[in-house]
Nanobody
Framework: VQLQASGGGSVQTGGSLTLSCAAS????????AGWFRQAPGKEREFVAA????????DYADSVKGRFTISRDNAKNTMYLQMNSLKPEDTAVYYC????????????????????WGQGTLVTVSS
């Protein structure tokens, strides 16, 4: 499967952005998927994950209550709605897919994901 992330940009503190991850190739609807981010000089970190059907989600504590992950399998697309953005949310955001079906556990470690998008930059200014 090929993943294409988009929707990044520059916003001020408190602003909102919605990231999209469009999938092509093999059946994305059977994969768990997630968003990760990497700030300059830091390791890639987990942001949010969603199971193949969209019925289960998980979030990093740092984004819980502000970010919402969702997916539309009919469109082979996953989303990350980001509200109340903070400067510390500044990073390159990556979408990823876990080729495991059926999988009941959402992975939070980058190494558990099999496919990655190219990343989209989110910059939050104070």
């Amino acid at each position: 499967v090929q993943l294409q992330a988009s929707g990044g940009g520059s916003v001020q503190t408190g602003g909102s952005l919605t990231l999209s991850c469009a999938a092509s190739g093999r059946t994305f609807s059977t994969y768990n998927a997630g968003w990760f981010r990497q700030a300059p000089g830091k390791e890639r970190e987990f942001v949010a994950a969603i199971n193949w059907s969209g019925s289960s989600t998980d979030y990093a504590d740092s984004v819980k209550g502000r970010f919402t992950i969702s997916r539309d399998n009919a469109k082979n697309t996953m989303y990350l709605q980001m509200n109340s953005l903070k400067p510390e949310d500044t990073a390159v955001y990556y979408c990823a897919a876990d080729e495991c079906f059926p999988c009941h556990v959402l992975m939070v470690v980058p190494a558990e994901y099999d496919y990655w998008g190219q990343g989209t930059l989110v910059t939050v200014s104070s």
